[in-house]
């Protein structure tokens, strides 16, 4: 049995700059037995000099492995399949996990035997240091059983650097050929593989650098593509392993929440998008190939109201949609975003 009780997995693409202060805060992570596995997916800069030095520096914590460019999806997939530990996390690079990061996540799954660990982090403007949003707080000390008629996996933050994954439940899981969204998708997975029990502590453990690149006005019509193409596999591996039936109205507003809500939206950023047309062909693959999108019980009228301002948001988007208006919706999120600064967070 290995004594490694937390593998960290980093990919690594450039960003020569920030690798150290990301590098300097895992090595000093408070928990002892960690393994930090960075995988050079490919860099053209002085990256890969940079993590062998901590390599050397480090020997008993940082593991090293360099493969030609994938993407960071295979960087990540190559990084869990060489974790040994207990429990498994995803740390991105240009951003700065707190040192007790590890153990306090560890520590929360350990008392309440969960497979999945989360805690709160913030986001922070790099060029400023101002801190633009703190989100993951607002459960408290808790924990839960993945439920499928719950909504709340629905819309449970599915951001992969705060949280910790029992490495058993996920080690078989690959992280899907193509940017955006994978983290969603892994989650989804590790729901449906068995994924059982959630545990939240509200601690800002984790701080996520927002970049001027951010996908939000880089995202276009292929990645978008890509996401219909993935989300059916996940339509797939639920029919394949016997849970589609049982699990096809959650499925569907999952997919309603990340391609018709999120990643459309982004779209909307694109000025080449004739965005009418878009979202005409959204809600035609909704209705080709997850039709529980219409009369699903997580936007009906009495599960929304109940719950407060963002779930009546959600269902007045989802009525957008169904009233073949979705466009209204793009237009009032983008007057919210570009003009009065509010981002609404789904």
């Known amino acids: 049995m290995s004594s490694i009780k937390v593998s960290i997995v980093v990919p690594i693409y450039n960003l020569e700059e920030y690798i150290p202060r990301c590098l300097d805060a895992l090595v000093n992570q408070t928990l002892e037995d960690i393994e930090i596995l960075c995988v050079n997916d490919g860099s053209k800069d002085s990256a890969p000099e940079i993590i062998e030095d901590y390599k050397k520096r480090y020997p008993n914590k940082v593991k090293t492995f360099h493969k030609e460019n994938g993407g960071e999806w295979s960087a990540r997939t190559y990084g869990l399949k060489q974790a040994t530990g207990e429990y498994v996390g995803f740390i991105d690079s240009d951003d700065i996990p707190e ?29 400023t240091g101002k801190v633009v949003s703190t989100e993951m707080t607002q459960y408290g000390t808790m924990s839960k059983d993945v439920d499928w008629n719950d909504d709340f996996i629905v819309y449970a933050n599915p951001s992969l650097w705060n949280k910790l994954y029992r490495l058993e439940k996920v080690k078989h899981l690959e992280f899907l050929p ?13 729901y449906l593989d068995g994924v059982q029990k959630l545990t939240f502590i509200p ?98 009228i009495s599960n929304c109201f109940k719950k407060g301002l963002k779930h009546i948001c959600i269902w007045g988007v989802h009525l957008f949609y169904k009233l073949r208006l979705p466009i209204v919706y793009i237009w009032v999120n983008r007057f919210l975003l570009d003009v009065l600064k509010k981002e609404v967070k789904w």
């Not at 306090?104 to 008392?111: F, P």
């Open 203 to 300: 601690d800002v453990l984790y701080h996520y650098y927002l970049r001027s690149s951010s996908q939000i006005h880089s995202l276009n019509s292929k990645d978008i593509e890509n996401l219909k193409k993935y989300l059916i596999v996940t339509k797939e591996h639920a029919i394949s392993i016997g849970k589609y039936e049982e699990y096809k109205e959650t499925l569907a507003a999952m997919a309603f929440v990340h391609l018709g809500i999120s990643w459309a939206f982004m779209l909307s950023y694109d000025k080449s998008v004739k965005m009418n047309e878009a979202l005409k062909e959204i809600t035609k693959y909704f209705d080709d190939n997850f039709p529980e999108w219409r009369n699903s019980k997580h936007y009906s």
């Open 99 to 127: 040192i007790t990061w590890a153990e306090k996540l560890y520590n929360a799954a350990k008392a309440n035997d969960a497979d999945i660990a989360f805690c709160g982090y913030d986001r922070v403007e790099l060029e």
């Open 178 to 190: 193509f940017r955006g969204c994978n983290d969603a998708l892994f989650l989804i997975h590790s």
